[in-house]
């Protein structure tokens, strides 16, 4: 004969190892919390990469720009101090073109300059937000990460003390039923222990056998559901 001491002994000991298995798997989930904040701080981090990237090349090129600048310039100059030694026409005409040439060049070259400098002056702000931003997703990382390890610290320990309940119980109970009970809790969403009203397992609702409904009401044995797996009790129904 199961008596009730067994069955209210299986009741406490299935919030015990519903909890345990909640707190088992909130542990388990919890990295998975920072995964978002970190996939953001790696896109910052890339961009910022990037943007470095485009700006050194911006300013390797504003350089070069700059330094042929300088070069035409002096072209353009020497071509026109050069006009006052000249004396023939074809002379005047060859450093007319090279100072027309010249001067366009410089035209060019400056209008380049300044679009790469407002590249680059956008560049620069571009960084610095993504610096700030970085910066502020490191700190809120940082927090975040040290209140879960807080959390997973007060879980370890609610987990021991779940534990030494677990140990008080268990002793007992059989160890071939605690073995089938735990799977059970596990499979059933924390539920491994239900009545039956009448001929209905209120675990999964299935209405039973009227002999099989006897014999969990007469609590010979422990008795699983045939379709849910649960460890079955009678309960008078309130109908």
Do not use: W
Not at 22 to 29: G, N, R
Not at 46 to 68: F, M, V, W
Not at 142 to 161: C, M, N, Q, T, V
Not at 211 to 222: H, L, P, S, T
């Amino acid at each position: 004969m199961v008596g009730t001491e067994v069955f209210d002994k299986l009741r406490e000991l299935q919030d015990i190892l519903a909890r345990k298995n909640q707190l088992d798997t909130e542990i388990a989930e919890a990295p998975q919390l920072l995964v978002k904040q970190e996939e953001l701080l790696a896109r910052y981090k890339a961009n910022y990469i990037k943007k470095n990237t485009d700006d050194e090349e911006i300013r390797q090129t504003i350089g070069s720009l700059k330094a042929e600048l300088f070069e035409t310039e002096q072209r353009r100059e020497n071509a026109e101090k050069g006009m006052d030694g000249i004396t023939t026409q074809r002379e005047y005409d060859a450093l007319d073109r090279e100072i027309q040439e010249a001067t366009r060049r410089e035209a060019e070259l400056r209008k380049e300059i300044l679009k790469n400098e407002s590249i680059h002056k956008r560049l620069d702000e571009e960084i610095k937000t993504e610096e700030g931003m970085i910066q502020q997703q490191e700190k809120e990382l940082d927090e975040r990460k040290a209140a879960i390890e807080a959390e997973i610290a007060e879980k370890k320990h609610e987990l021991e003390i779940l534990a030494q309940g677990e140990q008080r119980i268990a002793p007992d109970l059989d160890s071939d039923t605690l073995f089938k009970f735990d799977r059970i809790i596990k499979n059933k969403q924390g539920v491994g222990i239900v009545p039956v009203q009448g001929k209905v397992c209120m675990g999964c609702h299935m209405i039973l056998s009227a002999q099989f409904a006897i014999d969990v009401r007469e609590g010979k044995n422990i008795m699983y559901c045939p379709y849910c797996s649960r460890i079955l009790y009678y309960q008078e129904s309130d109908q």
